[in-house]
């Protein structure tokens, strides 16, 4: 007879990061031993570093010693939640990023929304709002979106799927692909209301920056098979950038905001046939 390993934890929170100590700091504040309702011998936290990885063990070992370091491949986000992943040992697999603060009651929730199902949503907010056209911020209230700063997936269920597609080498679309291949499997999901991660504003990417935005897009497109037009990106981007720069009031950041989506789209244009080809190049490359 076999006997239950009571030592495996329900939970694996994995947290890619890139030394970013302060956001990571508040981060894990956060998860600490009797920080979550949920009591700490039911989750475990794998910390997957990119960035570097002598400095951020010593800085876990001082301030974090119940935190797993695992050393990241240096090729993106997506290969580095699969990195941690790997170091992990939970039935299921919790992601967030470095830069968010999880409720009191998170883990506890997700537990609550597993039973039937394959993956748990949670619910982003941002408390402090996007304040300026140079911010932005993943906020997801009604579902749907699978963002990868709160989402739960069994450790089964990610194997299954081959985990995140590690050709998306910049953090945009890779939580997309996952939740379009897992649909594709008839896999299940339940929106969580009550998982609640706050996600504080982040700075926008300016002009040329954007750059490898646009590129992920179009890997995506080339995988799904859903053809992206310059004209579509570029009628897309134009409209998004007009709402954000025209919710704000008359600003350096407006004027910023304004200037970079010119110089984006001009970018777009001169780019775009280059992107596609590299796009089609990435896709037939096996994972």
Sequence with gaps: MTVPDHTVPRLSVVIPTRDRHTALTACLTLLAPGAQTLDAANYEVVVADDGNAAATRSFLSEQFPWVRHVDGPGRGPAANRNAGARGSRGEWLVFTDDDTQPGREWLAAIVDASAGVDVVEGRTTCRAGVRSPREHAPVNE???????????????????????????RVAHME??????????????????????????????????????????????????????????????????????????????????????????LVYVMWKWGDWKANARAVAMTPR
Aim: hydrophobic residues 45%; aromatic residues 8%.
């Design 142 to 168: 009604t579902g749907g979106w699978w963002w990868s700063c709160n989402l739960a997936v069994r450790r089964d269920v990610f194997a299954r799927l081959g985990g995140f597609d590690e050709r998306f």
């Design 175 to 264: 939580d997309v692909d996952l939740r379009e291949r897992a649909r594709k499997l008839g896999i299940t999901s339940r929106f969580a209301p009550h998982a609640t991660v706050d996600h504080p504003p982040r700075r926008e990417r300016w002009g040329t920056g954007w750059a490898p935005v646009h590129q992920a897009e179009l890997v995506f497109a080339e995988l799904h098979r859903r053809p992206l037009a310059l004209v579509r990106a570029l009628t897309s981007t134009a409209r998004v950038r007009a709402r954000s720069v025209a919710r704000a009031p008359v600003s350096r950041d407006g004027i910023s905001a304004a200037v970079s989506a010119l110089v984006e």
